[in-house]
């Protein structure tokens, strides 16, 4: 791995719940030894995607972030794209959607819209979500390039929960299944109990650059439920593509 690709996958260590990362926690989650990351923070730091905190010396997101994100959604549009749409999704499913986009080796979830019931499934913010364990994850392989789609199943696919897929032959299997029905399942393959259902959202080019999905809890799961989600799937997903100046694939089809 490039070190400015080592640098900026830093970045993806901080969330919701780890908004401020000491220095030696850091190299520990990233397995980078604690001198070189404080050389990549230090430079970043140059740039303001990071800042040190001056009370207890860890880090947290720079306003340079903030700034490249107002950037971004000021020349494309995401945020007013999605954010109805996943609005009126969880509303006619009663359950949590949220969307993701590429970006790198995973996905990142941009936008998340909670039903109004306690039990419900949390996803938090910017979350990363990787490619083989979640159903957006397995939802955008199976419609990328070839070449990148082949690059997804030569990966060393770690666990994440007991089911998450972890040989290239399982996600590959899921993967075809994908490309026959249109939408993806994963049962309880990133998290414990949660059961979730992606599309894939297209880009110019007609492949895969997201994808819209719904998260229930898995004890809510039935096949009446599940037809409901896929249901009303399909066209918010159609129109988050188009939405996003997007080109449906004509090899993406739904068969329930």
Same mark, same amino acid.
């Given at each position: 791995?490039? +070190?400015?690709?080592?640098?900026?996958?830093?970045?993806?260590?901080?969330?919701?719940?780890?908004?401020?990362?000491?220095?030696?926690?850091?190299?520990?989650?990233?397995?980078?030894?604690?001198? +070189?990351?404080?050389?990549? @923070?230090?430079?970043?730091?140059?740039?303001?995607?990071?800042? *040190?905190?001056?009370?207890?010396?860890?880090?947290?997101? &720079?306003?340079?972030?903030?700034?490249?994100?107002?950037?971004?959604?000021?020349? *494309?549009?995401? +945020?007013?794209? %999605? $954010?109805?749409?996943?609005?009126?999704?969880?509303?006619?499913?009663?359950? $949590?959607? !949220?969307?993701?986009?590429?970006?790198?080796?995973?996905?990142?979830?941009? &936008?998340?819209?909670?039903?109004?019931?306690?039990?419900?499934? !949390?996803?938090?913010?910017?979350?990363?979500?990787?490619?083989?364990?979640?159903?957006?994850?397995?939802?955008?392989?199976?419609? @990328?390039?070839?070449? *990148?789609?082949?690059?997804?199943?030569?990966?060393?696919?770690?666990?994440?929960?007991?089911?998450?897929?972890?040989?290239?032959?399982?996600?590959?299997?899921?993967?075809?299944?994908?490309?026959?029905?249109?939408?993806?399942?994963?049962? *309880?393959?990133?998290?414990?109990?949660?059961?979730? %259902?992606?599309?894939?959202?297209?880009?110019?080019?007609?492949?895969?650059?997201?994808?819209?999905?719904?998260? +229930?809890?898995?004890?809510?799961?039935?096949?009446?439920?599940?037809?409901?989600?896929?249901?009303?799937?399909?066209?918010?997903?159609?129109?988050?593509?188009?939405?996003?100046?997007?080109?449906?694939?004509?090899?993406?089809?739904? $068969?329930?």
């Amino acid at each position: 791995m490039r +070190t400015v690709e080592k640098a900026l996958r830093l970045l993806d260590f901080f969330s919701d719940k780890m908004p401020e990362i000491g220095l030696s926690e850091l190299a520990k989650l990233s397995g980078i030894d604690k001198t +070189t990351v404080l050389r990549m @923070l230090a430079d970043m730091a140059e740039c303001g995607l990071v800042e *040190q905190k001056t009370d207890d010396k860890k880090w947290r997101l &720079g306003a340079g972030v903030l700034r490249l994100a107002r950037l971004r959604e000021a020349t *494309q549009p995401v +945020t007013r794209v %999605l $954010t109805p749409i996943l609005e009126r999704l969880a509303e006619q499913t009663g359950e $949590t959607a !949220h969307a993701s986009l590429l970006s790198g080796r995973d996905l990142a979830n941009i &936008g998340v819209v909670e039903p109004a019931r306690a039990n419900r499934v !949390h996803i938090e913010p910017g979350l990363v979500l990787p490619l083989h364990a979640t159903a957006s994850g397995i939802a955008v392989t199976a419609f @990328l390039r070839p070449e *990148q789609r082949e690059r997804v199943l030569a990966r060393k696919l770690a666990a994440v929960t007991g089911q998450t897929p972890t040989s290239r032959e399982r996600l590959a299997e899921l993967v075809d299944r994908v490309r026959t029905r249109g939408y993806s399942v994963a049962d *309880q393959t990133y998290e414990d109990e949660v059961y979730g %259902l992606a599309m894939p959202i297209f880009g110019p080019d007609g492949f895969a650059c997201g994808a819209l999905a719904v998260a +229930t809890p898995a004890s809510r799961v039935t096949k009446a439920h599940e037809a409901a989600i896929i249901a009303a799937l399909a066209p918010a997903a159609r129109e988050a593509t188009l939405g996003l100046g997007g080109r449906p694939s004509p090899e993406h089809r739904i $068969t329930v």
